[in-house]
C-alpha cells in the first residue's frame, strides 16, 4: 500500500493532506482497502454514497445505460434526462432543473439565477447575495465567493463581489444586511463544513416571509443535506416553506458526478434563457440513469424510514456518548447528518478509528462528522460507536 501512496504523491497534485489508506472496493456499508482490511464506513464518499456499495440494481441501470449511450449533448434531448428531471420535481416540488457535473457548479447556476432575475427587474448589475457565515458552497470561484470562510477566500482574492454575510439563525444579522440591492439570500439548510449547525424553523420561516414581500430569491444549499440524509428527501421541507432556487448534489447520482440546481416556474421564465447559462457533460444519459435510479430506490428500499429511525438512534448513542466523555463540549445535528464537537484537534482520534476500521470525518479541527450511508442498521451504530469510544480512549488516555 505504502509503494501506492507514495506514487501518488509523485504524481497527483498535493491539495489534500490525504489519510495513509488506498481503499479498492466497497459492499454495502464497508469499504476494503487494497490489502484486504474491512472499515466500516461513516463518511460515505462526504455523504454522497447514500445506498451503499456494490447496490446491485444501481449498477446493472447504469451498466444498461452504459451499453445505450453515455453521452450525446444539451443541443439534444436524451430520455434518462427528462425521466431525470421529472422525478426531481416529484420529490422536490420545484418546477425547473438544470443539471450539472457537481454542487459548486449548482451554486454557480443558482447565482447567475438570481443574478439574472434581479437584472431583468430594473437592468442594473450591482445586485448583492447575503450569504452566512461560517458556510461552505464549494471550490469555484463563485462559490468561493459566498463561502463563509475567509480562509478559503483570502489567496485567491478578488472574489466575484457584492456579496454580504450575515449569520445563521441571526435574523437581526440577516436584516442588517438587506438594502435595495439585494437579490438573493443564501444558505445550507443544515451547514456541514461550518460544523453541522442545522437552520431553525424559526429563521427559515421569517427569511421566507423576507423574501416574499422584497422579492428577494431564496436559495438553499441543500448539497450535502439533501436526498433523505434529514429524514426528509430535503431538509427544508421539514419547515413548511419553500425555497425559490435549490442546488443539490452528493447523493443525488450515488457516486456518478452529478448535480442540480432547480427554480419555481415564476424564476425560470424570469431568468436564465438560451445562452445565458451550459453544460457540457450536465445531464449527460449516464449520470442522468444515476439519478433516476437513485431516486426509485429510495422509495423501493424506504430509505427515509431508516433515516428516522437509525437516524435518531444515532443521534440518542451519540448523545450518550457526549454524556460519557468530558473532552467532547456538544452534540449536535439531525438524522444522518450529526456531529460531535471536541475540546481539542480531532484528527488523531479519526486516524486512531481508522486503524480499527472505522473511517470518519472532521468538520473543522475539532468536529466529528457523521454521514454514513443512508442504509446504515443499529448494529452499525453500536459497531461504530464502540471503536469510536476506545479511539477517543486511546488519544485522551493513552493506549491501554
Not at 271 to 278: Q, R
Not at 288 to 309: G, H, S
Not at 323 to 334: D, N, P, S, T
Amino acid at each position: 500500500m505504502q509503494n501506492y501512496i507514495d506514487e501518488a504523491e509523485k504524481v497527483l497534485l498535493h491539495t489534500y493532506n490525504r489519510y495513509q489508506v488506498v481503499f479498492d472496493k466497497g459492499e454495502g456499508v464497508y469499504l476494503y482497502d487494497i490489502d484486504g482490511k474491512r472499515y466500516l464506513d461513516f463518511v460515505s464518499g462526504i455523504a454522497v454514497f447514500a445506498l451503499g456499495y456494490h447496490n446491485k440494481e444501481y449498477n446493472d441501470a447504469l451498466k444498461a445505460q452504459i451499453d445505450k449511450i453515455i453521452h450525446t449533448s444539451n443541443y439534444y434531448y436524451n430520455l434518462p434526462a427528462i425521466e431525470a428531471a421529472g422525478k426531481i420535481r416529484e420529490i422536490s416540488g420545484m418546477d425547473r432543473v438544470f443539471f450539472t457535473n457537481s454542487g459548486a457548479e449548482a451554486i454557480e447556476g443558482a447565482i447567475k439565477t438570481a443574478r439574472k432575475y434581479a437584472y431583468l427587474k430594473d437592468g442594473r448589475t450591482d445586485h448583492e447575495i447575503i450569504a452566512m457565515e461560517h458556510s461552505f458552497h464549494g471550490r469555484t470561484m463563485g462559490a468561493l465567493s459566498v463561502t463563509g470562510n475567509s480562509h478559503y477566500r483570502e489567496a485567491f482574492e478578488p472574489m466575484i463581489g457584492h456579496i454580504r454575510f450575515a449569520k445563521l439563525n441571526d435574523f437581526d444579522s440577516v436584516m442588517a444586511q438587506v438594502t435595495e440591492k439585494t437579490c438573493a439570500i443564501l444558505f445550507e439548510t443544515v451547514q456541514g463544513e461550518g460544523g453541522i449547525y442545522p437552520a431553525t424553523e424559526e429563521f427559515m420561516q421569517k427569511v421566507r416571509r423576507l423574501c416574499d414581500e422584497r422579492d428577494i430569491l431564496m436559495i438553499l444549499d441543500e448539497i450535502q443535506c439533501g436526498m433523505g440524509r434529514t429524514g426528509t428527501m430535503f431538509a427544508w421541507q421539514r419547515y413548511g416553506i419553500k425555497p425559490d432556487v435549490m442546488a443539490s448534489a452528493k447523493a443525488l447520482g450515488c457516486g456518478v458526478p452529478v448535480g442540480a440546481f432547480m427554480m419555481t416556474e415564476k424564476v425560470g421564465e424570469n431568468s436564465l434563457a438560451a445562452g445565458d447559462h451550459g453544460t457540457t457533460y450536465g445531464g449527460n444519459p449516464l449520470a442522468c440513469a444515476a439519478v433516476c435510479k437513485v431516486i426509485e430506490l429510495f422509495e423501493k428500499q424506504k430509505v427515509l424510514d431508516n433515516v428516522k429511525e437509525v437516524g435518531g438512534y444515532l443521534g440518542e448513542c451519540l448523545e450518550r456518548l457526549a454524556e460519557e466523555f468530558g473532552c467532547i463540549k456538544a452534540h449536535r445535528g439531525v438524522g444522518m447528518m450529526q456531529g460531535l464537537v471536541f475540546d481539542r484537534p480531532v484528527g488523531d482520534i479519526i486516524t486512531r478509528a481508522m486503524e480499527k476500521g472505522l473511517v470518519l470525518i472532521n468538520a473543522g479541527t475539532d468536529i466529528i462528522r457523521f454521514v454514513p450511508p443512508l442504509v446504515i442498521t443499529r448494529e452499525n451504530v453500536d459497531a461504530m460507536i464502540t471503536i469510536l469510544r476506545e479511539s477517543i480512549t486511546d488519544a485522551v488516555f493513552g493506549e491501554s
